[in-house]
């Protein structure tokens, strides 16, 4: 069965700080990865996603996540955060080939707080 | 603009009665998604429709409801069965259920008086 952990449950960091989440994800075949962002009450926005080919990419706000097979991680960065950027943050996978977003496994989030 | 509304944003349930949380898309999307979040916890699945007239259990079903009669519409009944309702709901929807990109709305936050 297919899971995801985010070994982070809350982080704070500095405004203008550089920012990893950290995920790990647990799937047989190839995976299809996700970031969502949350902010307080409200619904997620997806920040990028990763499928195929290169295996750094970019997203939203500033965003970047790196795939690195060997390690089974899908790590958010961000060279420098923002006060805005507070929030929780999950990562999602689903089988490359499934096929269908019923499939998505979530991780249980890192809240991310940032102090001025 | 498109987008996912869900309503209300707040709703109070009492001791064996059933509610119904609403969710209405105009972004002309096939699937449509019911999450329920509790705090730390990731998102599970309650129940989700790939096309109208059609839905399907997910993880949790159990004490839920649906009906998908019209495309744009996908309400959520948590009935009386659910004995621990208390959470924070997410409806979402895909272009296709194909489709793995979620666009969310902003929540429904359910508690039991």
């Known amino acids: 069965a297919q899971s995801v952990t985010q070994p982070d449950i809350h982080i704070t960091v500095s405004e203008g700080a550089s920012l990893e989440l950290r995920c790990n994800y647990s799937?047989?075949?190839?995976?299809?990865l996700f970031w969502y962002v949350q902010s307080p009450g409200q619904g997620l926005q997806l920040l990028l996603k990763?499928?195929?080919?290169?295996?750094l990419v970019q997203g939203i706000k500033g965003f970047e996540a790196e795939f690195k097979r060997s390690q089974s991680s899908f790590n958010l960065r961000k060279p420098s955060v923002h006060w805005s950027d507070a929030a929780e943050y999950f990562c999602a996978v689903v089988g490359l080939n499934t096929g269908t977003a019923s499939k998505l496994t979530f991780g249980t989030g890192t809240r991310l707080q940032v102090t001025l | 603009d498109g987008g996912i509304t869900q309503s209300p944003k707040y709703l109070f349930r009492k001791e064996g009665q059933n509610v119904t949380l609403s969710c209405e898309q105009n972004?002309?999307?096939?699937?449509m998604y019911w999450y329920r979040q509790d705090p730390g916890q990731g998102l599970r699945l309650i129940y989700y429709?790939?096309?109208?007239?059609?839905?399907q259990k997910g993880d949790i079903a159990e004490g839920y409801s649906v009906s998908r009669e019209k495309k744009e519409s996908f309400p959520l009944t948590v009935t009386s069965a659910q004995k621990n309702p208390t959470a924070f709901y997410l409806c979402?929807?895909?272009?296709?259920?194909?489709?793995?990109?979620?666009?969310f709305g902003s929540g429904t936050q359910l508690s039991v008086l």
């Open positions: 979402a929807s895909s272009i296709a259920w194909q489709n793995e990109k979620l666009f």
């Open positions: 799937y047989g075949a190839t995976p299809y």
């Open positions: 429709s790939q096309i109208v007239n059609d839905f």
């Open positions: 972004l002309n999307h096939d699937a």
């Open positions: 990763y499928f195929s080919g290169d295996t």
